[in-house]
């Protein structure tokens, strides 16, 4: 891309996130169309984002935001992945893949994706984080759409009309752009609607299992101090990690021999997860990878591989 060109995208977005009343802007077309405007949207923020993907509490190159609503939830993580942007483009256009990237997250029962004409279709099941009966968890039907799929901009976007516990609208969104050829930079969304009974469920269970479980955002509370985020945003910031750890785990197993790829993404999610033990720890190390090659055994049968 043009130096003056990115510069002028880079100055552009670093005054829209910094100045208030104008984050809406975010989402206006960047000033050079010429090519992609989504990608050099992305770009934009890319440019922006650089101080805080350089240097967070992460310890990668990520920045994570959250946003809680009176009936919706939502987090966005945007990271640099040390991965081709063909790779990911190729990976994450095939439903498919998508089941081999759910299944890792700690409550993710089972994970199908159609054939023939309901191949832009994936059914999953999603329960509690122990070893569960697949009968006995939440179902989900999710649509796959590939919104673009570009020389230098991918977005695909998975949504379930219809969740556990009264919750609704579910969307998962991954866009990626290129930085250089051996790097990308992506943008991983997750949000849901919820009602009452939602809301009702979840305060009961951090009132009680879930009691000490924290997001990652700190958010000032006077006198200089912060205190992690809790409620209903740390519920989702939790699970916006999990799946963006699994979109990792995913695409770094790729440079192995198809037969070690999901032994390496389980230990690699498991692995990672525990840098962030007071967000993200459940069970042990060796549980965790028993229950996962029971589940995806048992995902491969229903598969018919």
């Not at 923020?45 to 993907?53: D, I, Q, T, W």
């Not at 999710?142 to 919750?167: I, S, V």
Request: proline share 4%.
């Amino acid at each position: 891309m043009n130096m003056k060109i990115y510069c002028t995208l880079a100055f552009a977005a670093l005054v829209i996130v910094s100045t208030p009343g104008l984050a809406r802007a975010a989402s206006l077309p960047a000033a050079n169309t010429s090519t992609d405007p989504d990608a050099y949207k992305l770009l934009a923020v890319h440019a922006a984002y650089m101080p805080r993907l350089a240097h967070n509490q992460f310890g990668r190159p990520l920045v994570l935001q959250s946003l809680e609503t009176s009936r919706r939830v939502s987090g966005d993580i945007y990271a640099e992945i040390d991965t081709p942007f063909e790779t990911v483009r190729k990976s994450f256009a095939n439903p498919r893949n998508w089941c081999e990237v759910l299944i890792l997250h700690i409550n993710t029962k089972y994970c199908h994706a159609g054939i023939g004409a309901d191949s832009n279709r994936l059914s999953v099941r999603v329960g509690k984080k122990g070893a569960q009966d697949i009968n006995q968890a939440f179902a989900l039907e999710f649509a796959f759409r590939l919104k673009a799929n570009r020389a230098d901009y991918m977005a695909a976007l998975l949504t379930a009309p219809a969740g556990p516990l009264g919750t609704a609208d579910y969307q998962f969104e991954l866009q990626v752009i290129p930085l250089t050829s051996a790097k990308s930079f992506l943008r991983l969304h997750y949000s849901y609607a919820f009602g009452g009974v939602a809301r009702l469920a979840t305060q009961g269970y951090l009132a009680t299992a879930g009691r000490d479980k924290v997001g990652f955002t700190r958010d000032p509370i006077g006198a200089g101090k912060y205190a992690y985020v809790t409620g209903m945003r740390s519920v989702v910031e939790r699970n916006t990690m999990r799946y963006y750890l699994a979109v990792e785990s995913y695409l770094a197993s790729l440079l192995l021999p198809p037969g070690r790829q999901f032994n390496d993404r389980i230990e690699r999610w498991f692995d990672a997860t525990e840098q962030y033990r007071l967000q993200l720890h459940e069970m042990d190390r060796t549980e965790y990878l028993s229950m996962k090659k029971s589940e995806y055994a048992r995902q491969q049968v229903a598969i018919g591989r």
